[in-house]
């Protein structure tokens, strides 16, 4: 027996000589290259010495997606608003609702004036005038509504709402995906401003429009309005975001937006524009109880006819009569089905997006919100 196992330990000695002179050689290098001595010997001393670890150990972490991983550094956990239970709308002292152009704004700000009628309103979108609200707001009403609806121009409006508002006042946003909402806007530009004259262009347009109105459509014995394909695409080539195309996310929802948010954590709710008419009747059952059920639609083509829907002439849809003329052939083709043929290609071929910034962060918050059974979505106990 001692015959036999006298090799066997002298190997085994042999062998822990090696791999401690191996260890001395790597620790020597560690050294001088500046790496982490107590890390490499642990590592080699686990593997060399004392064998393989378990598979388990051994077995890399699952990796993270990239989206994820971005999220979670950004942003606490979600909260989904149930709309029937929440009683966010119902105990706020004071209530902005905001939106973007093309987001139901026209409905949610009609309905507003209805409802807050006992108060009066104020001039309308007024909230983008800081000049206004910091010389006029307060002394040109006795009381004040305690809702307001407006359309938002800019992050420097939403951030001095952010900022100054205090916590019994609520924020809600109306949000609309930016191409859906940029190709709506884009087909009210051309129907109610390239082809209808009762519309006006605001002041640094009218000049342009004056000298290129010709060249841009024609209409013709039908009484239809012709848009030539060129010039139309070289206009917003050169003009970029013009009047509703140039009110959106790109403009809103920027980086200075978000670290607003993230800094000021506001009591503020963002709300699918989709959602317009529980929105109202949420508003009418604390503010004005006549109103419930009887929402206000413009500019929505809703498929379905509620006879306890107002409606106004202004929904009808106006395109029908719209033509495009193809730079190509020179065929004419509807507008509608001209957009459908563009519109996924339409804001990368002109650059209308260019300005935009933190869109991340944005589309973060619009993947949770379509997540969300009734598309309503609390941030304020979010960090971004």
Do not use: G, M
């Given at each position: 027996f001692i015959l036999f196992s006298l090799p066997k330990t002298k190997l085994i000695m042999m062998q822990n000589k090696s791999r401690h002179m191996i260890t001395l050689f790597v620790a020597l290098i560690t050294l001088m290259f500046g790496l982490s001595f107590e890390n490499i010997f642990l590592g080699l001393a686990n593997h060399t010495i004392y064998g393989d670890a378990p598979a388990e150990e051994n077995r890399p972490a699952e990796a993270i997606p990239?989206?994820?991983?971005?999220?979670l550094s950004k942003k606490g956990p979600s909260s989904c608003v149930d709309l029937d239970l929440s009683s966010k709308i119902s105990e706020a002292k004071q209530i902005f609702i905001l939106m973007p152009a093309k987001a139901a704004g026209s409905s949610l700000k009609t309905f507003t004036k209805r409802c807050m009628n006992k108060y009066g309103s104020p001039p309308d979108n007024s909230i983008n005038s800081a000049k206004y609200v910091e010389e006029k707001f307060l002394s040109n009403m006795i009381a004040l509504p305690p809702v307001i609806s407006s359309?938002?121009?800019?992050?420097?409006?939403?951030?001095?709402?952010?900022?100054?508002?205090?916590?019994?006042t609520l924020l809600i946003y109306v949000h609309r995906e930016e191409t859906d909402r940029m190709i709506s806007a884009l087909r009210h530009v051309i129907v109610k401003r390239v082809c209808s004259p009762s519309y006006q262009w605001l002041k640094p347009m009218k000049k342009y429009w004056k000298a290129n109105m010709k060249r841009l459509r024609t209409i013709d014995e039908n009484n239809r309005c012709v848009i030539n394909e060129i010039p139309m695409l070289n206009f917003f080539r050169e003009k970029g975001r013009v009047q509703e195309m140039g009110r959106g996310a790109p403009e809103i929802l920027t980086c200075r937006t978000h670290d607003?948010?993230?800094?000021n954590a506001p009591n503020m709710m963002f709300i699918d524009y989709r959602q317009t008419n529980r929105l109202q009747d949420l508003i009418a059952h604390r503010h004005c109880p006549e109103l419930v059920h009887h929402h206000v639609e413009i500019n929505m083509a809703a498929a379905a006819k509620n006879t306890k829907t107002r409606r106004t002439k202004a929904a009808i849809n106006d395109s029908d009569n719209v033509y495009v003329r193809l730079g190509k052939t020179r065929d004419v083709v509807r507008l509608d089905k001209w957009i459908g043929w563009k519109s996924s290609l339409i804001e990368w071929s002109l650059s209308l997006r260019v300005g935009a910034s933190c869109q991340a962060r944005t589309r973060f918050i619009e993947d949770e919100l379509s997540n969300c059974p009734d598309r309503a979505l609390e941030i304020s106990n979010r960090q971004q």
């Open positions: 990239l989206a994820e991983e971005i999220s359309h938002v121009y800019s992050d420097v409006t939403f951030e001095r709402l952010i900022k100054n508002s205090p916590r019994q607003a948010i993230e800094d």
